[in-house]
Structure formats: structure tokens, C-alpha cells
């Protein structure tokens, strides 16, 4: 996972950078990745990378392991 995503997550959700691991989870562990957090950070990597997730991907984005997949998958193939 490269720097900016880790920061973007840590900067939106009001945690340490370090607490941003693949493992990280929406809804459990970090306070501030709920329902709103989780629009406000799917906000942020899109307006970052200068992509669009799909309603089913916004869905699906359950952990750190998933975001970092899915902007993979949308920088790769623009």
C-alpha cells in the first residue's frame, strides 16, 4: 500500500498512521469508520487518485486490504 493512501486513511479517520494496517476494519476498528467515515474516506481516495468507485465497490470496501485494492484495480486501468 503506498504512503498517500495510508495517510488519506489516517487523515480522514482521525487515527495514527501506524494504526493503518491491511487489517483494519470498517466498523470495528476505528472509531471514526463508520457508515459517514466510510463516505467521507471513499470521498477522499476518489478526489485524491482522480477516480470513481462503483456503488457495489463503496459496498464491498470492508478493510484497508479491499481500498487499497480497489484504487489498484482504477489506477491500473483508467
Known sequence: MDEQLRSIIADTLGIELTDVTPELRRGSDAADWDSMGHLRLVTAVEEAYDIRFTMTEIE???????????????????
Do not use: F, G, K, S
Not at 60 to 78: G, K, Q, S, Y
Open 60 to 78: 464491498r470496501i470492508t478493510t484497508v486490504a479491499e481500498l487499497d485494492e480497489a484504487v489498484a484495480h482504477h489506477t491500473a486501468n483508467p
